[in-house]
Every structure is written in C-alpha cells, then in structure tokens.
C-alpha cells in the first residue's frame, strides 16, 4: 500500500512536473495477478486497481489502516473497468461486467476480487472511504442506471453521465462514484471547470487507446497545472483543486468523491476568465 500525505496548496504551486505526478498521479495499479492501493491523506481515501488471474486476491489488513481487517472501519466500492469477474464478500459472490459495480458497507470482513477468464482478467478498481455505520452491501448495473446527457458538439464536451452510489440508487456514508463516457468526437470534461472545498475526487481514466492521453486540468483556478494520464490512471484532486481535463480521443473516467458534505451538487463553479 503506497502512502500519499495531503498537500497544501501554498507548496503544491511550486512543484514540477516530477512532483505533480509523484503526489497525485497513481499509476501502475492494473498489474496482472496483483492488486496494488494507495493510501491517500486527503480525506483518506484509498483507491486500487486489481486484475486477478487463476487465484482470487484477497483485501487484507494493511499497516497504515492499523485494523483488524480492510473494512472494518470502512466502505468499499469495486466498478468493473473491464472483463468479467466478481466480489465475494463475507461468502456472498457479487458478479460484475464491464462498468458494473460492487458496494460494500462497513464490517464486511472477508473480500476476495477473482476473474470469470484468467485469459481476458477483469479489471477492478476500488475506492473505499471512512466510514461511522454499516449500509447494505448493493450491485449496481450499467442498464439500471439512468444516464445524464451533458454538453453539446459545438463544445467537443457530449457525455453521459452515470451515478452509481450518491444515496438514491444505493446509500453509503460518505463514499460518492459513477461514472462519465465522453461521445465520439469529444474530447473535454467538466469545463467550464469546478471545485468542492467539502469533498476530495479522484478521476481513473478509461477507455484509452495505448497513444491517446489526456491533459488533466488541476490547481488552483488562478494558477493552473496540469498531468498527462494514459489509460487506467488516476489522479487525486485535493478539494483545494480544480480538476477537468482533455483528450487526443473521446474516452470514460470514474469519478470518486469523499468528505464532509453528502451532496453531489455541491460545487464551486469556476468561471473561463478566472482560469490563468
């Protein structure tokens, strides 16, 4: 488990890129036969990846989280990014197809992520928060969530999308995710840009072709950054950050969100012209 601190926003303007990418790109988390995670201080989330082949891998108690077992403390989120496999939590099988996805409350004890194809292995990744109270494990399903249209062609910015755990469809403590898939011939998200000073999100990137890339807007509003993603990372967006972004193609990314408010509507929108 890789360990990320929480930044101030003073310091972060002074990095390069070598340590943009250090603190808040998370790379390498889909490695065939493992699960990799991080840890991150802002607002503690931890977000994964997992492809598992003949064996099933296992959430176990990890040094930094100081419990017994992974979600004792925790809720858990499992989106199926691509192939097919399944959760099997506390001996319940939850299986997922692509861009399905698995919640898992507080006090769920044993957690095993496997593969229905050990030649064409799921992809998963999992983001989990704090959390003060069990809710009831829930499978989500692609066809059962309403998506919303967003955007317009002559903006580059078409996009569908997808709540998957915001307290209607399935209710949680903190953790918020769904996800957004850009249409053909757009290439931009969430611009005009916005931030939410009660929440950190974090964005995997998927659907990527292996020479495509996006641009991922971030920093402060006034005095902007940015970090080149491929497919399957992901970036942390401390709730001090902007976060949108552009692609050389259309593609899909995750969206995660934490902290104190419960409200997916909450968001500090961010004028063009305040944008340096």
């Known amino acids: 488990?890789?360990?990320?601190?929480?930044?101030?926003?003073?310091?972060?303007?002074?990095?390069?890129?070598?340590?943009?990418?250090?603190?808040?790109?998370?790379?390498?988390?889909?490695?065939?036969?493992?699960?990799r995670l991080t840890y991150s201080h802002q607002d503690r989330v931890v977000l994964g990846g997992a492809v598992?082949?003949?064996?099933?891998?296992?959430?176990?108690?990890?040094?930094?989280l100081r419990t017994a077992y992974f979600a004792e403390r925790r809720e858990l989120a499992v989106f199926c990014t691509g192939g097919r496999g399944a959760v099997t939590a506390d001996g319940e099988v939850y299986e997922l197809g692509p861009r399905d996805l698995v919640y898992l409350g507080m006090g769920t004890r044993e957690i095993a992520l496997s593969s229905a194809d050990p030649a064409d292995p799921a992809r998963l990744y999992l983001f989990s928060t704090p959390a003060h109270q069990?809710?009831?494990?829930?499978?989500?399903?692609?066809?059962?969530?309403?998506?919303?249209?967003?955007?317009?062609?002559?903006?580059?910015?078409?996009?569908?999308?997808?709540?998957?755990?915001?307290?209607?469809?399935?209710?949680?403590?903190?953790?918020?995710?769904?996800?957004?898939a850009l249409a053909p011939g757009s290439v931009w998200n969430t611009m005009p840009a916005h931030t939410h000073v009660r929440r950190t999100e974090c964005y995997l990137y998927f659907d990527l072709g292996a020479e495509d890339r996006v641009l991922h807007l971030m920093g402060r509003p006034e005095e902007s950054r940015h970090l080149v993603v491929a497919d399957r990372e992901a970036v942390i967006s401390p709730s001090w950050s902007m976060h949108s972004g552009a692609g050389t193609a259309n593609y899909s990314f995750v969206w995660a969100m934490a902290g104190e408010n419960y409200d997916f509507a909450d968001m500090d929108h961010v004028a063009m012209d305040e944008l340096r």
Do not use: I, W
């Not at 929480?6 to 790379?27: I, K, M, S």
């Not at 499978?139 to 999308?161: C, F, I, Q, Y």
């Open 52 to 64: 598992p082949l003949a064996e099933p891998l296992r959430l176990g108690s990890y040094d930094p």
């Open 1 to 35: 488990m890789d360990v990320r601190f929480a930044t101030n926003p003073d310091d972060a303007r002074h990095y390069g890129t070598d340590e943009l990418r250090r603190r808040y790109l998370v790379q390498g988390m889909f490695t065939p036969g493992e699960l």
């Open 134 to 180: 069990a809710h009831p494990a829930a499978v989500v399903r692609e066809a059962d969530v309403e998506g919303v249209a967003l955007g317009s062609p002559d903006k580059a910015n078409v996009r569908t999308l997808r709540k998957y755990v915001d307290g209607t469809t399935v209710r949680s403590c903190q953790l918020m995710m769904g996800y957004t």
